[in-house]
């Protein structure tokens, strides 16, 4: 399985970007997926995380009600909505899967164990 990732790029504060993550020689249908981020000088975080049939999802406290995943199983992607963006949420973006129908998707967001696949990263400027 390849995640390949597009979206991303430069916005303003307080616009919009929509993430998209791609399964390639493979199916997302048994993976939960979670979107992370690295800012310049920081640690990669958790930002959003869904199970793989899309019915549990979790979200970091700072994203809460402007970010949304959504994964669509049958198109075999998973995107990344995100609204009122901030300067701070500048950084690398990535989508990375973890096989298992019943994975914890609030651990898995915390990043603390190793993701089987990742993307190969997104760039998002918030700036204006």
């Known amino acids: 399985l390849q995640l390949v990732q597009s979206g991303g790029g430069l916005v303003q504060p307080g616009g919009s970007l929509r993430l998209s993550c791609a399964a390639s020689?493979?199916?997302?249908?048994?993976?939960?997926i979670a979107w992370a981020r690295q800012a310049p000088g920081k640690a990669r975080e958790g930002v959003s995380c869904?199970?793989?049939?899309?019915?549990?999802?979790t979200y970091a406290d700072s994203v809460k009600g402007r970010f949304t995943i959504f994964k669509d199983n049958a198109k075999e992607l998973v995107y990344l909505q995100m609204n009122n963006l901030k300067p701070e949420e500048t950084g690398i973006y990535y989508c990375?899967?973890?096989?298992?129908?019943?994975?914890?998707?609030?651990?898995?967001?915390?990043?603390?164990?190793?993701?089987?696949?990742w993307g190969q990263g997104t760039q998002v400027t918030v700036s204006s």
């Open positions: 020689g493979g199916t997302l249908d048994y993976v939960a």
């Open positions: 869904t199970s793989a049939s899309g019915g549990s999802t």
């Open positions: 990375a899967a973890e096989p298992g129908r019943d994975i914890d998707v609030q651990a898995m967001c915390t990043l603390k164990y190793d993701l089987d696949y």
